[in-house]
């Protein structure tokens, strides 16, 4: 197995501009999850899904943040526009139906923004 | 609300000590799972064990062990002689079963654990 996959590994971008995270999470996993770290929060939830479901987004920080899953092989985390304080790395995982297995995290993506 | 608490921040051992990270949590289920999870130097989180609340017995996987009281609401991980490779930051996390939510992991902060040869 190829475990949770991500790309981009890096990411710089200016601000304003749109950017867009990508995850491919372990096949046959049925909650996939979107993490954020930061030195000042550490980690930190923004939203996770059920069966390509939304279940919680809470912890989305603000409108500019969005994320899909159309399928259940892929989902998308997105910012638009983005601003420097949204520079981090951000994590997806993933998890079997089991759900209190342990989550199965991605390499992530470090997400900076000038 | 959950809760997970890792009081050290930042731990220095030499190689071959044996070296405890303290994990305290609160939570207000009955039910409940934790999780140390280590993050090397490469940024990926690893997982490296789950407990769940009915089971207090102590764990131990080779060098690692892991002592979980219901009592003191603690789930401390022990390294015995300690190398360099385990230099990383370690976090524990919190997971409820409450109807309706799914296991959330809440993180503590971590700690940075360095290993000098």
């Known amino acids: 197995d190829a475990g949770v996959i991500q790309s981009p590994r890096h990411e710089v971008t200016e601000m304003g501009q749109e950017v867009t995270l990508r995850c491919k999470p372990i096949?046959?996993?049925?909650?996939l999850f979107w993490y954020r770290q930061t030195m000042m929060r550490g980690l930190e939830l923004l939203i996770y899904f059920n069966n390509n479901v939304p279940i919680d987004d809470s912890g989305m920080p603000e409108d500019r943040f969005s994320a899909k899953m159309p399928n259940a092989s892929f989902s998308t985390l997105k910012i638009q526009p983005s601003e420097p304080r949204d520079s981090a790395v951000y994590f997806c995982?993933?998890?079997?139906?089991?759900?209190?297995?342990?989550?199965?995290f991605g390499s992530g993506t470090r997400l900076t923004v000038v | 609300a959950q809760k997970v608490t890792q009081a050290q921040t930042e731990i220095s051992v030499v190689e071959k000590e044996d070296v405890t990270l303290d994990c305290v949590y609160e939570?207000?289920?009955?039910?409940?799972?934790l999780f140390w999870y280590k993050q090397p130097p490469s940024g990926e989180l690893v997982f490296l064990i789950r407990?769940?609340?009915?089971?207090?017995q102590n764990e131990i996987s080779g060098r690692y062990s892991w002592n979980f009281q219901k009592s003191t609401s603690s789930f401390n991980f022990t390294i015995t002689a300690s190398q360099v490779v385990d230099s990383a930051v370690y976090f524990c996390?919190?997971?409820?079963?409450?109807?309706?939510?799914?296991?959330?992991?809440?993180f503590g902060k971590g700690i940075t654990l360095s290993v000098r040869p």
């Open positions: 939570t207000r289920d009955t039910t409940y799972y």
């Open positions: 995982a993933s998890s079997p139906r089991d759900r209190n297995y342990g989550y199965t």
């Open positions: 407990r769940n609340s009915f089971d207090e």
């Open positions: 996390a919190l997971s409820d079963l409450r109807t309706g939510a799914n296991s959330k992991l809440t």
């Open positions: 096949s046959g996993h049925d909650y």
